[in-house]
């Protein structure tokens, strides 16, 4: 409140009066004068109140009335009061405008949370998009929250405070996930209770709460994650049944996209015979057919697809192009066998090589097998090996040095390589880019030292190359170089037989760089922006190279001919979609193997949900996640809310296949890979005794003997029919179990098929074959080149042959059989031994379980004599050094 008053001299000698001027509470008073003032202070204007010039005078004016003039005060205190009325006013009407936005955000927190209860209370399941919805105008109470707490502000009133209070505290604290999913709950049980003769009937057995839960939450994203043997397909058209019995969508708005036409048929099928006509005017396809549906509707014209291309994914036709590259381009020609016979198998990280896959006769070297037929200690060794066959370069591996230089501290020296003709030694370093070796080579600085000096001592000539000269390709440049100045003429044949490990085929080759093709087309990389992410290692660089030449020709000749392949056909109806060329007619869109989808196909599939009121149902298992050959990206399953927003997860944890104990080792096993969706499976079916076995045998030829034993055991035992699978990674095993497959049993039907082949099937007994080292898991399907043309790269080792695994391991409904041969021991399989789920028993039962080197854990242990007594060692070494106390010793 500020005051004035005339001074006791004006009062006395000027008869300045006993007036009072005060401001306060958006009010002016005067009070001593004949007619007294009480006004608004909003009611003068900028010159209503000012000080007229005249020493002590106050001049006020207001809208109606006459002019006040008060004298009798300072000239000083004349001039201040102006200034001092003014700030008065600016904060009165700054309150006056706050106390006008307060009850306006009083009155949208009443509207808005008015809307909140009228979302919650409809009789359908609150999305996530409605949720957002709300959010997005869920008003600004800041000016009304001011106004209630502050001190200042308790003389004014404010018309409906109280009427508004309880939305406002709604507005500032309301958690509307919460609520909603309280709200969700409720109508769950609700609807549980008002169809539960739609949920026991709709299907051959009554839904579980699990799969009841899948086809009443109606998010507008609902991902289900669905174990193995959980009834995935049952909830799918459970979920078509509910859609349309709530008329949230008609029949004919439904569309459901399955991974083959196999599985769209067999879903097509499914929704008809549980649904009727409603189930029939669902429309289910394939991705690609209802790609040319979108493009021939968008443009009037059916795009042309090579009939190869369903075959066999396009991979004969791509070879048709390789031949055509090869025999038209020299430089193409020279670079695929460069690749295939010196750089197709994948090099592990420098100071991390991999298991040796061979050991040496004579020599007793553990390491791999060239194309020449020797075993070298480690991959870097192979390539250069494979590289002076490839050039016809004769070489001798480790032969002993000309001159006798063994001492106390050192053995007698082996350098790496001898070329005889032109009398020359080749040491190869295990040295990274930075010069050093692996930490882990303790004294190895030292024993290159020694190795240069000895040369240098000798005179005798040395090339040398590093491993990161040969990663990056110009340690081949430079060994060409010094081979020719030491006068060897280089003669290269890719046609040379080789004796020993076989290279890479064409086929293999072709298969890897159609799979990176779809990935690459999928996520629409161009040649050029892939070679932004090769790096310096010379593989990736020679494969990149290739491939661009590759789909260069590929394109060219699909252009030629008028035809799309199904990649760049999917992202013409992505595109279309997208630009509102084609409006889709579908309120719901169900996806069946989710983890299976392309990320062509995710797009297609996000492009269709941006018309609103659009529901996304995706089902699938990211553990059975099979087909990267063929474009599938686990990343569109397991970063789902990245690619399509926000929604709900439901997880059908329930199998009604594999027992308990099987779950439980499959799961555990699949799982080490920290990328795979947690999920904890529980299996309603009866477990049995001894549900993962392994099997044994000193060669291939003997598969048929112990699968036969194995069966002819079972038929024994049983009085009832049951079914058999036997299961290859490659279909050419089924020619080592061919006696087995057809001999007769009383009680079992046996059947083959490779694990893919297997998928969404299952039997009773499972055989596993060829668990073996480069068998499964494959070196070559699960190529880390892949990774290069795909959005989120999986870094786990074998991280595809490990859920393939998987997959053959939850075909049983009983127990499984793992077949191996001695020796050669697949990693998987000796993760299983390390584990402690498994024992290895030899065809006439006896145990045999090796046991797993407890370093690097992947090889087993062999008995070895050593300067204290007998002691197990690695049987990796010199790799791996793994030791461990013998039984015997």
């Not at 001798?396 to 000309?402: A, D, I, K, N, S």
């Not at 990693?827 to 039962?845: K, Q």
Request: charged share 30%; hydrophobic share 40%; net charge neutral.
């Amino acid at each position: 409140m500020a005051e004035w008053t005339p001074g006791w001299w004006a009062r006395t000698f000027r008869g300045a009066g006993r007036w009072v001027l005060s401001v306060g509470g958006g009010r002016l008073r005067i009070r001593g004068i004949p007619q007294p003032v009480d006004v608004d202070v909003d009611v003068l204007d900028v010159r209503g109140f000012h000080a007229d010039g005249r020493p002590g005078r106050i001049v006020i004016v207001p809208a109606h009335g006459p002019e006040v003039v008060l004298s009798g005060i300072s000239r000083r205190a004349a001039r201040k009061a102006q200034p001092e009325f003014r700030s008065h006013v600016d904060e009165r009407r700054e309150l006056t405008t706050l106390l006008a936005a307060a009850h306006g955000q009083g009155e949208a927190a009443l509207s808005w949370w008015s809307r909140v209860q009228e979302v919650m209370q409809l009789p359908r399941w609150v999305d996530q998009d409605a949720i957002d919805a709300l959010e997005r105008i869920r008003p600004d109470i800041a000016a009304w929250l001011a106004i209630d707490a502050e001190p200042r502000f308790r003389g004014f009133s404010m018309d409906g405070r109280e009427r508004q209070r309880a939305a406002v505290d709604a507005c500032r604290t309301a958690d509307l996930p919460g609520l909603a999913a309280r709200r969700n709950e409720a109508f769950f049980e609700q609807e549980k209770t008002d169809l539960a003769e739609f949920f026991r009937t709709v299907e051959k057995s009554p839904l579980t709460e699990e799969q009841t839960r899948a086809a009443v939450c109606f998010d507008n994203r609902v991902r289900v994650i669905a174990a193995a043997g959980s009834g995935k397909t049952s909830t799918m058209v459970a979920r078509a049944g509910y859609t349309i019995r709530r008329g949230i969508a008609q029949p004919t708005e439904i569309l459901a996209l399955a991974f083959n036409k196999k599985a769209a048929g067999e879903l097509s099928e499914r929704l008809a015979s549980r649904l009727g006509d409603d189930g029939g005017a669902v429309c289910s396809s394939t991705f690609h057919a209802f790609g040319l549906r979108i493009i021939r509707e968008a443009t009037g014209r059916r795009p042309s697809i090579p009939d190869d291309l369903s075959r066999d994914n396009g991979v004969g036709r791509l070879a048709k192009a390789v031949d055509v590259l090869r025999d038209q381009d020299p430089s193409f020609r020279r670079d695929w066998d460069l690749f295939r016979l010196v750089l197709g198998r994948h090099l592990p990280d420098f100071g991390d090589e991999a298991d040796p896959e061979k050991t040496d006769r004579r020599s007793g070297i553990n390491g791999f097998e060239t194309l020449a037929g020797e075993v070298v200690r480690s991959q870097e060794e192979v390539m250069i090996a494979n590289w002076l066959f490839l050039h016809g370069v004769r070489y001798e591996y480790e032969r002993p040095y000309v001159h006798d230089v063994a001492d106390a501290h050192h053995r007698q020296y082996q350098p790496d390589f001898y070329y005889p003709e032109i009398d020359v030694w080749h040491e190869h370093w295990a040295l990274g880019p930075d010069g050093c070796p692996p930490p882990h080579f303790d004294g190895y600085a030292e024993s290159m030292d020694w190795r240069r000096r000895t040369h240098a001592r000798y005179g005798t000539r040395l090339i040398e190359t590093t491993s990161a000269t040969i990663r990056d390709g110009s340690g081949f440049d430079h060994l060409e170089q010094e081979l020719r100045r030491h006068g060897i003429q280089l003669n290269e044949d890719p046609h040379r037989e080789a004796v020993g490990e076989p290279p890479i085929s064409d086929a293999a080759m072709v298969a890897l760089m159609r799979a990176f093709m779809s990935h690459a087309k999928g996520n629409r990389l161009t040649p050029e922006m892939l070679a932004l992410r090769a790096g310096r290692t010379l593989r990736a660089r020679l494969f990149l190279r290739l491939y661009g030449a590759a789909v260069a020709e590929w394109d060219r000749q699909l252009h030629v001919s008028s035809q799309i392949d199904f990649e760049d056909m999917l992202n013409l109806a992505t595109d279309h979609v997208d630009s509102g060329r084609w409006g889709s007619p579908y309120r719901l869109v169900m996806v069946d193997e989710m983890q299976d989808t392309s990320a062509a196909r995710a797009a297609l599939v996000r492009a269709l949900l941006k018309a609103p009121g659009t529901y996304l149902y995706a089902v699938g298992d990211d553990w059975q996640s099979i087909n990267r050959f063929a474009g599938s990206d686990l990343g569109v399953m397991t970063r789902f809310e990245e690619w399509f927003g926000a929604g709900s997860t439901i997880r059908l944890d329930r199998t009604f296949r594999s027992p308990q104990s099987l779950c439980d080792i499959a799961a555990r096993f699949v799982t080490k890979n920290p990328a795979q969706l947690s999920k904890a499976v529980v299996s309603s079916a009866p477990d049995t005794d001894g549900t993962v076995l392994a099997v044994s045998v000193r060669d291939r030829s003997q598969y048929s003997l112990a699968v036969r034993e194995y069966l002819m055991g079972i038929d024994a035992r049983l009085s009832a029919p049951a079914s058999v699978l036997l299961l290859g990674r490659y279909g050419r095993v089924r020619e080592d179990v061919a006696s087995a497959l057809d001999a007769g049993y009383a009680h079992l039907r046996v059947e083959f098929n490779t694990v893919h082949a297997s998928k969404g099937k299952e039997a009773d007994y499972v055989v596993v074959l060829g668990l073996e080292r480069r068998g499964f898991p494959s070196t070559i399907e699960d190529d880390p080149l892949l990774q290069l043309a795909m959005a989120e790269p999986d870094p786990y080792p074998y991280a595809e042959e490990r859920r393939l695994f998987y997959v053959a391991l939850t075909r049983a409904r009983r127990s499984v059989l793992l077949v191996t041969r001695a020796g050669t021991e697949s990693a998987f399989l000796l993760e299983l031994v390390r584990d402690g789920v498994v024992r290895i028993r030899s065809v006439r039962g006896d145990d045999i379980t090796p046991v797993v080197c407890p370093k690097c854990r992947k090889r087993t242990m062999k008995e070895r004599a050593g300067r204290y007594g007998r002691f197990l060692g690695c049987a990796g070494y010199p790799i791996c050094t793994g030791t461990m106390k013998s039984a015997a010793g």
